[in-house]
Structures are given as C-alpha cells and as structure tokens.
C-alpha cells in the first residue's frame, strides 16, 4: 500500500523567511510519480510539480525548488523568501506508474497548512 | 483554455434527498477522477475513468453512490440517499496522463 506523511502540520513564518516542507513516502512500486499541489483559501487544488521515480535532480522554479532524495523517501519542497501569497495548504502526494502516459489514482499526505504573516 | 469545470459549486441538501454532481474534464483528456475531501480522511478518490471507462471504484464508500461518464465530456456522480456523513468538498480531476488537473470543487452540506 502505498503512504504519504506530511509531519508538519502547521508552520507559521514571517514573510521573506525561506520554509521548508517535508514528505516523506512509501511505496512498494519501482516506478512510481510524487506531486506537490497548492490549496490557497479559495479551495481550489493547484497543480505545482511532479518528479518521476528514476529522476532525482532537484528542481527549481522562481522561488519555488524541490529536493527529491530516493533514499530517504523524501520528497521535500522550500519556499525561498516567502510571501503572504504563499499562505495555503500544501499536500504531497503520490502515484503508481504502470507505464508512461498513464494516470493513476493519487495518494495525498494530510497537508501542511503554511501561514505567512507580514 | 477553460480548465476543469464542476457544478454546482454549493450544494445544501437535507438527509434523504438525491443529490447529483457534474464535471465536465478538460478537452482531450482520457482520465477522469473524483476526490472527496474532509477534515476527518483528508482527501480520498471516489473513482475514476479512462476513456469513460470505470477503472478503480474501490473507494466509493457504499451503495448510495454512483457515478457515470456517459462520455468524454461529462460525468456525474450521484448520491441517493443523501446522509450528513456525505457532506464534504468533492472534487473532479481530469488528466491527459500522470499529471491531474484539478476543479474548483463542490462543496456539499447535507442536513
């Protein structure tokens, strides 16, 4: 069966301070797929990234970067110099890949819920 | 490009009542998912589809619900008869593959 746990279950920080937040998974799967989506107070699910299993190169985007470490099951994502804009919950999670192109059903962490103060 | 597209987006609905609801996926894509979210099990899948085909309905909690894609532009899922334990955000997802794509969500209160 297949597990995301996300420890952090609230962090507050003051704007401009870099936060990390952690996932760490498990799966019986060789292949398989981690996402990070984006739920601000407005609800909706926003899509920020997925990694596939066999790429382990660590990914930036703006201020936004990711560090995927297989051998820690981790999957961990920093906000660097973070804005008010950023306050939302954030949920981890993760997929079986059968074979490319295909989609599968997501297993979520329960979210940490970020919250940046001025 | 018009994203996920669900309806209603509130639904308040007393015990005992039929509630049905909509999606209509983003073009193209061949998957389609429900979610629901609570406080209490977070954010769990229902079902989904691929090519308006049931492919894992193991988490529809009971016989009280259905859903249906009756085609690649639409699906339903059905609560009858509504219980105050359904109340919860349900969300629909499409995906072209791997990556799902979510909609705003209904959020749904039963008395």
Redesign the interface.
């Known amino acids: 069966a297949q597990k995301v746990t996300q420890a952090q279950t609230e962090i507050s920080v003051v704007e401009k301070e870099d936060v990390t937040l952690d996932c760490v998974y498990e799966t019986r799967d060789t292949t398989y ?1 981690l ?1 990070w ?1 984006k739920q601000p107070p407005s ?5 920020l990234i ?1 990694r596939n299993s066999f790429d382990e190169q660590n990914e930036i985007s703006g201020r936004y970067s990711w560090n995927f470490q297989k051998s820690t099951s981790s999957f961990n994502f920093t906000i660097t110099a973070s804005q008010v804009v950023d306050s939302a919950v954030y ?1 981890c999670a993760l ?1 079986e ?1 059968k074979w ?7 297993t ?4 940490t819920r970020l919250q940046v103060t001025l | 490009d018009a994203g996920v597209i669900q309806s209603p987006r509130h639904e308040v609905t007393e015990m005992g009542q039929e509630v049905t609801l909509r999606c209509k996926p983003i073009s193209g894509h ?2 389609l ?1 429900w ?1 629901r979210q609570t406080m209490m099990r ?4 229902l079902i ?1 589809f ?1 090519n308006n085909v049931p492919i ?1 309905d193991s ?1 529809m909690p009971e016989d009280r619900f259905s859903a249906k894609m009756p085609n690649a532009s639409f699906s339903t899922l059905k609560i009858q008869p509504s219980e105050p334990r359904d109340s919860a ?1 349900y ?1 629909c ?1 499409s ?11 209904t ?1 749904l209160t039963v008395l």
């Open positions: 797929y996402f989506y609800g909706e699910l926003v899509f997925r949920f997929s890949a490319t192109g295909t989609a599968s059903k997501l979520f962490g329960t979210g | 061949d998957y998912f979610y977070g954010l769990e899948l989904y691929n894992d988490g955000v969300f997802a995906s072209p593959g791997q990556t799902q794509y979510f909609g705003p969500g959020r």
